[in-house]
């Protein structure tokens, strides 16, 4: 499973020079070579020391996985300081995990309390997956998001809360995780437009209506703002933030 580890590490880090430099460098393998170390003692019932090595390993790579987790084979780390994976949460094979991503519970039930990821899946930088949930194989978790439903195979999710913005994944580099729909803008984009043109609709109206010097002196000072405001909404809807 070492192997395996290291060959997923070479085909998607560009950074990997050597195996020597992977091995002792990549607080990400280093933190899964402790868990499986942990998780077999705590298979076994071996009190404490499970949790020791899980401790420690978070104190020297900044990853805390917990001994219970069950993490599948050619799972790849990214960088990975903040990154938590809870007590029953379970990562499919070949999943690529970003810095600050946290695999949670919501509350404190008993059980099954946090989420399954399957095969080939990728959880962006600081992402939420929290709860019980299941996330289909190949799907992509844009940065930042929260997940609080099952999602299913072959999709992208973004946003807070997260949803679903694409179909079929199959055909795509799963290194491009930064491709995704950015709905909150779309959405934003689109009631901006509604809003543009019923002041558009409102101003033939008011064309049409007599008005006295005063109120057309005030009608020039509002269109004057509205003007202002509508090249700030515009810098923002296309700027980086959004």
């Known amino acids: 499973m070492l192997l395996t580890d290291l060959r997923t590490i070479f085909e998607r880090d560009p950074a990997a020079r050597n195996w020597l430099e992977v091995l002792f460098c990549y607080p990400g393998l280093q933190a899964l070579i402790c868990h499986r170390l942990a998780h077999?003692?705590?298979?076994?019932?071996?009190?404490?020391?499970?949790r020791l090595i899980s401790h420690l390993s978070?104190?020297?790579t900044g990853i805390e996985i917990h001994p219970g987790a069950l993490?599948?084979?050619g799972v790849f780390i990214d960088h990975g300081?903040?990154?938590v994976i809870g007590e029953t949460a379970i990562v499919g094979d070949y999943a690529l995990i970003y810095q600050g991503v946290t695999l949670g519970g919501t509350g404190k039930e008993?059980?099954?309390?946090?989420?399954?990821?399957?095969s080939h899946v990728v959880v962006g930088a600081g992402a939420k997956?929290?709860?019980?949930?299941?996330i289909g194989d190949r799907v992509r978790i844009g940065a930042g998001s929260v997940v609080l439903r099952d999602v299913p195979s072959n999709t992208t999710v973004v946003g807070i809360p997260g949803r679903v913005t694409r179909q079929n994944?199959?055909?795509t580099n799963v290194l491009d995780h930064d491709?995704?729909?950015d709905v909150e803008a779309e959405v934003i984009r689109a009631l901006f437009e509604r809003v543009k043109s019923l002041e558009k609709q409102f101003e033939q109206l008011s064309d049409q209506s007599s008005l006295s010097p005063t109120e057309l002196g005030d009608e020039v000072t509002n269109k004057s703002k509205s003007k202002n405001s509508d090249g700030m909404i515009e810098d923002f809807l296309d700027g980086a933030g959004i």
């Not at 077999?40 to 499970?50: E, M, R, S």
């Not at 997956?129 to 299941?134: E, F, K, P, S, Y």
């Open 40 to 50: 077999w003692l705590y298979k076994i019932g071996i009190p404490f020391i499970p």
């Open 169 to 171: 994944n199959s055909s």
């Open 179 to 181: 491709k995704v729909r």
């Open 81 to 83: 300081m903040g990154v």
């Open 71 to 73: 993490i599948g084979q």
């Open 129 to 134: 997956v929290l709860g019980n949930i299941q």
């Open 110 to 118: 008993s059980g099954k309390r946090h989420p399954t990821l399957g």
């Open 58 to 60: 978070r104190f020297l």
